[in-house]
Each structure stands twice: as structure tokens, then as C-alpha cells.
């Protein structure tokens, strides 16, 4: 699956504000090596940098088009081209983060244990991870994916509970942090434009059903998918008295100290 930088930046004000909190949130003032893992084109990684000047900072995502645009700006940091769902670290982290990044990975009862391992003793994971997945965004995304006659090429790819409850990540890192900070927030992102969460999810959830269809070979269904699609959200979100449109979105945040 390839990743368009400019499509993710369209929004890139309102997807940087969790990330800031997730910063704020880590317990470390002079950590040696921190590692992001899917950085995407780097502007949270340049985030990590100016938080900590000092530390050596690598950024890790799979996709090529996202790595070339973070290289594109002269830094400090490293970028490493790599699937984050089997990379490790050449040594132990201090810190270990990631941003929106880890809910496309499968099996998150080996993942986080894996992950808390690769850190130093007093080492800190940082995740932020959208949990918005009952949303009317996404609920109807993967409605529509069942009702057409594209629904077999789309079955594979709808993912409509990658990222589990508060408790459940609690229960799989508790016996291997000192501390564990979780909390969940509920962003209320205020949209511009004709069809602004439809423009949301073409950056992210959205893509690898836009791929699948391209690659069935009838161009006609991609249109019929995006017109129905578009419609169920103008419902679900319809514009306000002043032409914006609101987009409430809840995320799940972590931080364990080992």
C-alpha cells in the first residue's frame, strides 16, 4: 500500500494536537536514543527533536513515499525505511514512541510486551492510537463496503476494531512497567470544506479500500463507493450554522515507564 504524504497533511494541524499531548506526557529530560516508530513524512519527529536537541532520534515507516518526504527537510534525524511490525532497535531505546501509527499492526498482545522490552530500565513507550472506530465514519465506511457488489475485493481489507479498550492494554503491560499512565480523549475537530470527513479518512482508514478498488479493474465502482459513502457522511455529519462541519474523534494514549 503506497501512502500520499500531501493527502496526510491536508489536515496535519489537527493531527499534530495529539501528539503534542502524548509529549507532554513523557517523564524524560535527557533520554539518549528515542525511536519513532511510523514517523510517516516526519513533522512529529522534528516534534521529538526540538523537545529534546540532544537525544538521537531515528524515524521508522514502511512506506517509501513517506520516508522521501521526511528526508526532503535537512535534520539531524535518522530515517529508516522498515516495517515497524518487525523492526528493532540496534540497542536499547529510552524512548520508544509512535503516533497514530501502531492500530494498522495485528496481534498487539506480542507487540506491546515486544515493545516495552527494546527499552532501557526506566525506558517509556508513548503511543497514541485512533479508537474512533465506532464512529459514524467508520461504522459506514465499512457499511457501505458490505453492500455493494465490491463487496468481496473490500472484505480483506476493513480493520473495524484494530485497537481494544483501555483495560485490556493495562492488563498486557502492567506486570512489565513501573508505571503506566492510559487516558483516552475525544478530539472535536472542526472541518472546513464541501465534504471535509470524507477528505479525513481518504488520508488514513479510507486508503486501503480506495487501493482495492482500483486494483478490481471497474473504475465504475470506486465512483459508486465514493457517492454513496459521501452521502451516509454528510448525514452522519452535516454542516453547521456556520458552513464547518464537526468531526468528533477519540483516541487512546499510553505511556509505560519500565
Not at 477528505?199 to 473504475?219: C, H, I, M, Q, Y
Request: aromatic content about 10%.
Amino acid at each position: 500500500m503506497t501512502w500520499n504524504p500531501e493527502q496526510y497533511f491536508k489536515f496535519s494541524d489537527h493531527r499534530l494536537r495529539p501528539a503534542l499531548d502524548l509529549i507532554g506526557q513523557i517523564p524524560l529530560e535527557n533520554p539518549k536514543r528515542i525511536y519513532d516508530l511510523g514517523c510517516g513524512p516526519g513533522n512529529v519527529t522534528r516534534l521529538l527533536a526540538e523537545r529534546w536537541p540532544d537525544s538521537q532520534i531515528t524515524g521508522i515507516d514502511s512506506s517509501p513515499e513517506m520516508i522521501s518526504k521526511a528526508r526532503a527537510s535537512e535534520s539531524s534525524i535518522d530515517w529508516i525505511e522498515a516495517d515497524i511490525a518487525t523492526w528493532e532497535p540496534t540497542g536499547p531505546a529510552d524512548i520508544i514512541f509512535s503516533n497514530a501509527a501502531l492500530h494498522w499492526l495485528d496481534n498487539h498482545q506480542g507487540l506491546f510486551p515486544r515493545l516495552l522490552s527494546m527499552l532501557t530500565i526506566g525506558g517509556v513507550l508513548a503511543v497514541q492510537m485512533p479508537r474512533n472506530h465506532g464512529a459514524p465514519s467508520h461504522v459506514l465506511m465499512a457499511k457501505v463496503a458490505r453492500l455493494g457488489p465490491w463487496e468481496g475485493q473490500l472484505a480483506m481489507e476493513l480493520r473495524e476494531a484494530p485497537v481494544d479498550s483501555p483495560e485490556a492494554y493495562y492488563d498486557l503491560m502492567s506486570s512489565d512497567a513501573v508505571s503506566l499512565n492510559i487516558w483516552e480523549s475525544e478530539y472535536a475537530h472542526i472541518l472546513e470544506g464541501d465534504a471535509p470527513v470524507l477528505e479525513w479518512v481518504r488520508g488514513t482508514a479510507l486508503k486501503p479500500l480506495l487501493d482495492a478498488l482500483d486494483r478490481s479493474g471497474n473504475p465504475d465502482w470506486k465512483t459508486a463507493f465514493l457517492n454513496d459513502y459521501s452521502e451516509h457522511l454528510k448525514a452522519a455529519y452535516p454542516r453547521r450554522g456556520d458552513d464547518r462541519t464537526l468531526f468528533p474523534f477519540r483516541r487512546l494514549f499510553m505511556v509505560a515507564v519500565k
